[in-house]
């Protein structure tokens, strides 16, 4: 996504942790900006969403992890509060949301139980796989779903986002500090080519020009990382010598 006229965003993960937060939030934000189930296609893509987003959050402790990144952000605004001129309203403003976030999550039920345990969404998990393999003759119970009136249809869309909202909430926060702690700052590579001691950032984030139809391709981890710029057009597309653009890590 642009965040500036003529310019895109490119944002990398350099540990697992973050991969996974990425991935959930990418799964979570079509989740919620898509939830208006108005007709069949709509519809296998919000269940197939779902799907994903069960399969991304059976891979690790999340919900562990969130908390303790939760508690890493309280720590590091306390020390920003003993800083001389800083924002002490705005601290504890996001102290606030931090400690709210926290316990919401804390205290919800098992992330994602409820969807797995939800007969519809688990038959319909089931022929995903298969192609073609939720047509009425394969699932009759989705294609009656389907028909029944579109509020009892939503009515059950937003009670399946509603067990996810302690997660949401938690992830989006801890998003924003993240991408928020670093400035962007710009870089110059040569030929295509850029290297850095990534010195224990979690996040790479880039803005290209849109206009050179480039696009990163990123190898690294906590401690270093390497960019090579490739152009969309393999064929007949060209990389400049140096191309700036802007670069932060967080």
Same mark, same amino acid.
């Given at each position: 996504?642009?965040?500036?006229?003529?310019?895109?965003?490119?944002?990398?993960?350099?540990?697992?942790?973050?991969?996974?937060?990425?991935?959930?939030?990418?799964?979570?934000?079509?989740?919620?900006?898509?939830?208006?189930?108005?007709?069949?296609?709509?519809?296998?893509?919000?269940?197939?969403?779902?799907?994903?987003?069960?399969?991304?959050?059976?891979?690790?402790?999340?919900?562990?992890?969130?908390?303790?990144?939760?508690?890493?952000?309280?720590?590091?605004?306390?020390?920003?509060?003993?800083?001389?001129?800083?924002?002490?309203?705005?601290?504890?403003?996001?102290?606030?949301?931090?400690?709210?976030?926290?316990?919401?999550?804390?205290?919800?039920?098992?992330?994602?139980?409820? =969807?797995?345990? /939800?007969?519809?969404?688990?038959? $319909?998990?089931? +022929? %995903?796989?298969?192609?073609?393999? *939720? #047509?009425?003759?394969?699932?009759?119970?989705?294609?009656?779903?389907?028909?029944?009136?579109?509020?009892?249809?939503?009515?059950?869309?937003?009670?399946?986002?509603?067990?996810?909202?302690?997660?949401?909430?938690?992830?989006?926060?801890?998003?924003?500090?993240?991408?928020?702690?670093?400035?962007?700052?710009?870089?110059?590579?040569?030929?295509?080519?850029?290297?850095?001691?990534?010195?224990?950032?979690?996040?790479?984030?880039?803005?290209?020009?849109?206009?050179?139809?480039?696009?990163?391709?990123?190898?690294?981890?906590?401690?270093?990382?390497?960019?090579?710029? =490739?152009?969309? /057009?393999?064929?007949?597309?060209? $990389?400049?010598? +140096? %191309?700036?653009?802007?670069?932060? *890590? #967080?």
């Amino acid at each position: 996504m642009s965040e500036n006229t003529g310019t895109i965003l490119f944002e990398h993960p350099l540990n697992e942790k973050m991969r996974t937060w990425l991935r959930l939030d990418y799964l979570l934000q079509q989740l919620y900006k898509n939830h208006s189930l108005h007709d069949e296609v709509s519809t296998l893509a919000f269940f197939r969403t779902i799907s994903e987003f069960l399969d991304v959050l059976e891979r690790g402790e999340v919900r562990t992890d969130l908390l303790k990144e939760l508690e890493r952000q309280q720590r590091k605004l306390s020390q920003w509060s003993e800083v001389p001129g800083v924002d002490t309203e705005m601290v504890s403003q996001l102290s606030q949301q931090l400690k709210e976030s926290s316990a919401s999550l804390m205290s919800a039920p098992r992330i994602g139980q409820s =969807l797995r345990d /939800d007969r519809l969404i688990a038959l $319909v998990r089931q +022929r %995903l796989s298969i192609p073609g393999g *939720c #047509c009425s003759f394969d699932l009759p119970t989705l294609h009656l779903w389907l028909h029944l009136p579109q509020d009892v249809r939503n009515q059950q869309s937003e009670e399946w986002l509603n067990s996810l909202t302690p997660l949401y909430q938690a992830l989006a926060l801890i998003l924003q500090l993240i991408r928020n702690s670093a400035a962007f700052k710009p870089m110059t590579s040569l030929n295509g080519f850029y290297q850095e001691n990534a010195e224990g950032a979690n996040l790479l984030r880039l803005q290209l020009p849109l206009e050179a139809a480039l696009y990163p391709q990123i190898s690294g981890h906590k401690t270093r990382f390497a960019i090579r710029f =490739l152009p969309l /057009d393999s064929e007949h597309g060209t $990389v400049p010598e +140096r %191309l700036i653009f802007n670069l932060s *890590c #967080c």
